[in-house]
């Protein structure tokens, strides 16, 4: 079964989700410890985070959830106490948006079918960022794009700490893969040639 997980959500907390699923009608099992629920996803956006919510058990050693289920696209936007996530279990997923919470690095290097990562407003810092954009997927060959979006919006962005860190990075990792730097706000691309350099680290296959 394809899944992903998050991690550090705070005990008896609501967590609000909105999920986007292979087809329509598609069951999907969240689950936190012994709690779970069944929901029904469908191919499109609710647009609308909380469309999908989940009362955390009140235990607090039981700060995961995992979310079972042909879904391609999670927006756990705005929940501050998600501190990690694991998506390594769903390949197919698209898009992953967890801006505003407390996730400070993301491993995508085994999610080829990614097209859409939203991750302003994150405590990432320029090594994570570099990390990312090392182990991201090429852009998949049948979408006419790819984006990073690690900020809102173009204005003021030298106020925005989150800009500082990643026009530090090496972002041609990333864009040498087909990927692009948009702003959530208006989806604008921006170009990012120049940065430190960063070698990405050579993988040991034997």
């Given at each position: 079964n394809k899944y992903i997980t998050l991690q550090g959500i705070r005990a008896d907390s609501i967590l609000n989700l909105d999920l986007r699923a292979d087809s329509n009608n598609t069951p999907v099992l969240i689950v936190n410890g012994k709690k779970?629920?069944?929901?029904?996803?469908?191919?499109?956006?609710?647009?609308?985070?909380?469309?999908?919510?989940?009362?955390?058990?009140?235990?607090s050693t039981n700060n995961t959830i995992t979310i079972y289920g042909d879904i391609n696209a999670v927006n756990c936007s705005g929940n501050t106490s998600i501190t990690k996530a694991l998506l390594a279990n769903n390949p197919d997923l698209q898009v992953f948006n967890c801006s505003g919470t407390s996730i400070k690095s993301l491993?995508?290097?085994?999610?080829?079918?990614?097209?859409d990562i939203v991750i302003a407003d994150c405590p990432f810092t320029t090594q994570s960022y570099n990390d990312m954009m090392c182990g991201i997927c090429p852009k998949p060959a049948n979408q006419a794009y790819a984006y990073i979006r690690p900020f809102r919006t173009n204005t003021n962005?030298?106020?925005?700490?989150?800009?500082?860190?990643?026009?530090?990075?090496?972002?041609?990792?990333?864009?040498?893969?087909?990927?692009?730097?948009?702003?959530?706000?208006?989806g604008v691309q921006s170009n990012?040639?120049?940065?430190?350099?960063?070698p990405c680290p050579v993988l040991d296959t034997t």
């Amino acid at each position: 079964n394809k899944y992903i997980t998050l991690q550090g959500i705070r005990a008896d907390s609501i967590l609000n989700l909105d999920l986007r699923a292979d087809s329509n009608n598609t069951p999907v099992l969240i689950v936190n410890g012994k709690k779970s629920i069944y929901q029904i996803v469908n191919k499109q956006w609710k647009n609308q985070v909380g469309t999908y919510q989940f009362i955390m058990s009140a235990d607090s050693t039981n700060n995961t959830i995992t979310i079972y289920g042909d879904i391609n696209a999670v927006n756990c936007s705005g929940n501050t106490s998600i501190t990690k996530a694991l998506l390594a279990n769903n390949p197919d997923l698209q898009v992953f948006n967890c801006s505003g919470t407390s996730i400070k690095s993301l491993n995508v290097s085994q999610n080829p079918k990614l097209m859409d990562i939203v991750i302003a407003d994150c405590p990432f810092t320029t090594q994570s960022y570099n990390d990312m954009m090392c182990g991201i997927c090429p852009k998949p060959a049948n979408q006419a794009y790819a984006y990073i979006r690690p900020f809102r919006t173009n204005t003021n962005t030298t106020l925005d700490p989150c800009y500082q860190r990643f026009v530090e990075a090496n972002v041609m990792n990333a864009m040498s893969k087909g990927w692009s730097v948009a702003t959530i706000d208006e989806g604008v691309q921006s170009n990012f040639t120049s940065g430190i350099p960063y070698p990405c680290p050579v993988l040991d296959t034997t």
